[in-house]
T-cell receptor
Framework: QKEVEQNSGPLSVPEGAIASLNCTYS??????FFWYRQYSGKSPELIMS????GDKEDGRFTAQLNKASQYVSLLIRDSQPSDSATYLC???????????????FGQGTRLTINP | DADVTQTPRNRITKTGKRIMLECSQT?????MYWYRQDPGLGLRLIYY???????NKGEISDGYSVSRQAQAKFSLSLESAIPNQTALYFC????????????FGPGTRLTVL
């Protein structure tokens, strides 16, 4: 079983709808979780981070974390064509005592927003 | 100017050649990372460095070596390149907290013929 799994897609969503991206992870002691967006040919950029169970909202983006189910998701409301990109889920599996950050990435979900 | 830069941006080389990819950052971060990205496999960690004197192997370090010349510079070497090292390589930096964001460079596209 991969440490971090995402549905590779492609996921196609009409403009203005809600896009829902999902990620599961295998390490029960993981404490920090990140969503990166990567446009084709570009480098990943952080859009959301979440550390506690529940929801975290930032503009049109909401990250949801359920540690008991080892599940993290990203919702994009009012989807825009500019949201079309690959979304990477990353989980920190580093040893907490060092405050280390050793990220394991999922394979990414390719999202297309259709006008 | 970009905070994290990588050189070269593109490189085509032949099997058996030695290649060095360089990364520089102006963010003042202690931690630096090298990843490779292959289609359908996401980003995989090659090496990471918590400071100039601390270098650690990632999940796919075989065939690679690194050098941390200064806080701001972290180089990745392929001693004898092989075709399955053809990939997109990213350097990243972060602060020292476990929740700190990793900032990525623009990437180097390496092709080994």
């Amino acid at each position: 079983q991969k440490e971090v799994e995402q549905n590779s897609g492609p996921l196609s969503v009409p403009e203005g709808a809600i896009a829902s991206l999902n990620c599961t992870y295998s390490d029960r002691v993981s404490q920090s979780f990140f969503w990166y967006r990567q446009y084709s040919g570009k480098s990943p950029e952080l859009i959301m981070s979440i550390y506690s169970n529940g929801d975290k909202e930032d503009g049109r983006f909401t990250a949801q974390l359920n540690k008991a189910s080892q599940y993290v998701s990203l919702l994009i409301r009012d989807s825009q064509p500019s949201d079309s990109a690959t979304y990477l889920c990353a989980v920190n599996i580093g040893p907490i005592i060092q405050g280390a950050q050793k990220l394991v990435f999922g394979q990414g979900t390719r999202l297309t927003i259709n006008p | 100017d970009a905070d994290v830069t990588q050189t070269p941006r593109n490189r085509i080389t032949k099997t058996g050649k030695r290649i060095m990819l360089e990364c520089s950052q102006t963010k003042g971060h202690d931690r630096m990372y090298w990843y490779r990205q292959d289609p359908g496999l996401g980003l995989r960690l090659i090496y990471y460095s918590f400071d100039v004197k601390d270098i650690n192997k990632g999940e796919i370090s075989d065939g690679y070596s690194v050098s941390r010349q200064a806080q701001a510079k972290f180089s990745l070497s392929l001693e004898s390149a092989i075709p399955n090292q053809t990939a997109l390589y990213f350097c990243a930096t972060s602060g020292t907290g476990s929740t700190d964001t990793q900032y990525f460079g623009p990437g180097t596209r390496l092709t080994v013929l």
